[in-house]
């Protein structure tokens, strides 16, 4: 878990729009934490968060969206180094009492993320890979793909996996955070994505059944149903509350 992802939350304008819409999709179950915050769960574990989006994000024209944790030892030490390689620190690092100290941060193209550091005695869960309800995927839309990768190896010692030439669409560079497997993919955004940002793939067990259940919710599909190398099929897509989302199943 070090220096990868561990943790993910999407902040809205309805709370309840948004705790519809996605255990309707993705089958989550949930359970409120406190007056805040919220649990989407699997198994009755934690797997992600749901709020409102923060009074200061809004002022800062941050619109719905979806955050990712990145596990560090040192929170404070990681957003100065952020910092020095060129990123932003957007909100320095604070606790939450007894549950997690983070920062909220930019790298240099100004896609955000979170650093975190767990306050907690137990564990997080652990599912096998593909788990429903779980990310499969983790991607970059870069202002600059390898400038990027530069960033994340530099910042949280990630390394190159396999790289696939997209042709005009550039590199579609794969990366590992320290396991055997590759766990994202950084590339070049296309010029339709407005802004840099991170991409996080929800396990379902079909695509064309989840395609169903996002038009149902009052979602809407805008890329995909699409094969990905490995067999498996994608969607992205915004939901109701205009936060982008991205599906991966092992079937069609």
């Not at 705790?19 to 949930?30: D, I, L, N, P």
């Not at 870069?142 to 949280?156: L, Q, T, V």
Request: glycine share 16%; with cysteine.
């Amino acid at each position: 878990m070090a220096n990868g992802f561990f943790w993910y939350d999407v902040m809205s304008n309805d709370v309840e729009g948004t705790r519809k819409f996605y255990t309707g999709v993705v089958g989550w179950g949930t359970d409120k934490q406190g007056p805040d915050y919220n649990l989407f769960t699997v198994e009755g574990q934690g797997v992600a968060g749901f709020m409102m989006l923060p009074p200061d994000a809004k002022q800062m024209g941050v619109p719905p969206c979806w955050m990712g944790y990145i596990a560090v030892d040192d929170v404070d030490a990681a957003a100065r180094r952020v910092e020095s390689l060129g990123g932003k620190i957007h909100k320095p690092p604070q606790d939450i009492e007894g549950i997690i100290r983070f920062a909220v941060v930019a790298d240099p193209g100004g896609a955000g993320f979170i650093l975190a550091k767990g306050l907690m005695k137990k564990d997080m869960p652990s599912f096998p890979p593909g788990t429903t309800g779980t990310v499969g995927w983790h991607e970059l839309y870069a202002a600059d793909g390898p400038a990027a990768m530069a960033f994340y190896e530099k910042a949280f010692g990630w390394t190159k996996s396999d790289a696939m030439d997209m042709g005009p669409m550039g590199v579609y560079q794969m990366f590992k955070t320290g396991g055997e497997f590759a766990m994202g993919g950084i590339m070049t955004k296309p010029t339709a994505v407005p802004v840099p940002n991170w991409g996080f793939y929800i396990n379902v067990p079909a695509i064309d059944a989840a395609v169903e259940r996002v038009t149902k919710g009052g979602g809407k599909v805008i890329n995909g149903p699409m094969e990905v190398p490995g067999g498996q099929w994608i969607i992205q897509g915004i939901d109701p509350q205009g936060a982008f989302f991205n599906l991966v199943a092992k079937a069609r």
